[in-house]
């Protein structure tokens, strides 16, 4: 099963998050609102640590070989990072204007630090996935077939010095 | 009957770039080698869609960091020779941070 309990958990949230989003007037300024954008930072601020829990939560399936399609299931949980750095942009953004206009809202300042710390771990999680897709093997099979690999030895060995015209 | 396990360039450039400490770095490729290559029947586990081809998986604890470990992922194919290994794409990802 490659939609976990902890990835459908978050998606939630951050649905949630997107649907406060389209909910929120232009110039609202009343108590509601604040108390609104204040539980909205709470859960922003929590979602670089959520995120990775639902990441770590995928790679354990990955590696207890119970996940089925590696290139869908990597599509699925970059989206839910797209849409968290999304939605967290746009909630920075809300706060911003809203504190222009009226009272500060608690803990807004650390927005940007949990915006960036996402944004680092969707590039991680895109540079580290299992991608597979159907270019992917034709690009391996044609890289083999033109002789551009090592085999481990030769590189163990490069390593060791022992064939040092290998290094690049 | 062991194997050469070949890494292609593209997948060796896409390890490098992870940034593993040595030891890590060194400790893949001698699971790849001596673990997969002397035995692949023992180790891999065959997969089906999209890439029909064959898995091998393991962690390894960071000898720096007991509380970190890394993971890594591999999708394998038997040569034509039938006596290499062929690594198609690779992953990582580490827990404890």
Redesign the interface.
Known sequence: MSENLLYRIRSGDVQLLEEALRSWTANGNNTELVLELEDAVNLCLGLPDDL?AV??AT?RR??A?QI????KTGERLLSLFDRAVNVLTQIHQRVEKHERQGPAIRRSGELLAALERLQHMRQQFM????????E??Q??RE??ARG??????E??DE?QGKNPQLRP | MSY?????????R?IV??NLPDTVF?EV??R??QQL?QNPAAHL?RA????EGM?Y???LVDPTNRLREF?F?F?ITY?QDEQ?L?V??????V?G?
């Not at chain 1, 540079?127 to 159907?134: A, F, K, S, V």
């Not at chain 2, 198609?88 to 990802?93: L, R």
């Open positions: 990775r990441w770590d790679w990955l590696t070989y089925d399609d590696y290139q540079d580290g996935w299992l991608w597979i897709t159907p992917i093997i690009e391996a890289e083999y551009e690999y090592q085999t481990v030895r590189i163990l390593l | 050469k396990v070949k890494i292609r360039s593209s997948v060796r896409r770039a992870w060194v490729l001698i790849l080698e290559g586990v089906r869609h999209p890439f898995n998986g393991f962690s993971a992922f999708h040569g290499t062929e198609i794409n690779c992953a990582y990802h827990t941070l």
